[in-house]
């Protein structure tokens, strides 16, 4: 079974704080993903990744980086927490092909107070 | 763009009865199709795919069919248990939008005993 872990389940950091969400997947796909979900807005992408160390921005990457220097590895990184980043976070991995599915881990819940 | 529209929740429905949640997308190449479902407090996870146009996607008494003609790809279930509610996302994924993911905002799913 694809496995995809994610470090917490539930957060909260303060404004201003530097955040660390961690991602590991354990099924050697090259495709990493980040996105938060809101409700009424679904899910929105925040960056990608389709090889070590590439990253390309998804649709809504402001206040956000990346760093993938592991195949399996993939974080976000919020380099200073606001309120409105306060959201459901979801990792998710695939192989490369329009035709294969994403796997998601069970989100991380951050609150910025 | 890539576009998915899905039908606006809440849903509720009693057990047994029949099941439709409407999708339709709008892309400019030959998308993939996928319906996800997420359950209360837990990530995203593929529920079902179709990869090409007439394909016929079928998971736990869930169904859907790509129609081309009409660009849309419908979720339907004949008999709805308790245990079906959660939130079902529509999906697309497209060579020439570089294999990401384009999800619809989700339907809530509730079915009473």
């Known amino acids: 079974d694809v496995k995809v872990t994610q470090s917490s389940r539930y957060l909260v950091k303060r404004t201003g704080e530097k955040v660390f969400l961690e991602c590991v997947q354990d099924?050697?796909?090259?495709?990493m993903f980040w996105y938060r979900q809101d409700p009424g807005l679904g899910l929105r992408l925040i960056y990608f990744?389709?090889?070590?160390?590439?990253?390309e921005k998804g649709d809504i990457p402001e206040g956000y980086s990346v760093s993938r220097e592991k195949k399996e590895r993939f974080s976000l990184i919020l380099e200073s927490a606001s309120t409105n980043q306060t959201s459901m976070y979801l990792c998710?991995?695939?192989?490369?092909?329009?035709?294969?599915?994403?796997?998601f881990g069970p989100g991380t819940r951050l609150t910025v107070t | 763009g890539n576009s998915v529209t899905q039908m606006e929740g809440p849903v509720t429905l009693s057990e047994e009865a029949f099941l439709t949640i409407n999708c339709t997308y709008t892309?400019?190449?030959?998308?993939?199709l996928f319906w996800y479902v997420q359950y209360p407090g837990e990530g995203l996870q593929l529920l079902l795919k179709?990869?090409?146009?007439?394909d016929k996607g079928s998971n736990k008494g869930f169904e859907a069919t790509y129609r081309k003609e009409t660009t849309s790809f419908h979720l339907e279930k004949g008999s709805v248990q308790v245990s079906d509610s959660a939130v079902y996302f529509c999906?697309?994924?497209?060579?020439?939008?570089?294999?990401?993911?384009?999800f619809g905002a989700g339907t809530i799913l509730r079915v009473k005993s």
């Open positions: 179709a990869t090409k146009a007439d």
């Open positions: 998710a991995s695939s192989f490369s092909g329009a035709y294969y599915e994403q796997y």
């Open positions: 990744s389709y090889d070590v160390k590439m990253k």
């Open positions: 099924m050697d796909h090259e495709n």
């Open positions: 999906a697309l994924s497209d060579w020439e939008y570089g294999n990401k993911l384009v």
């Open positions: 892309a400019t190449g030959y998308p993939s």
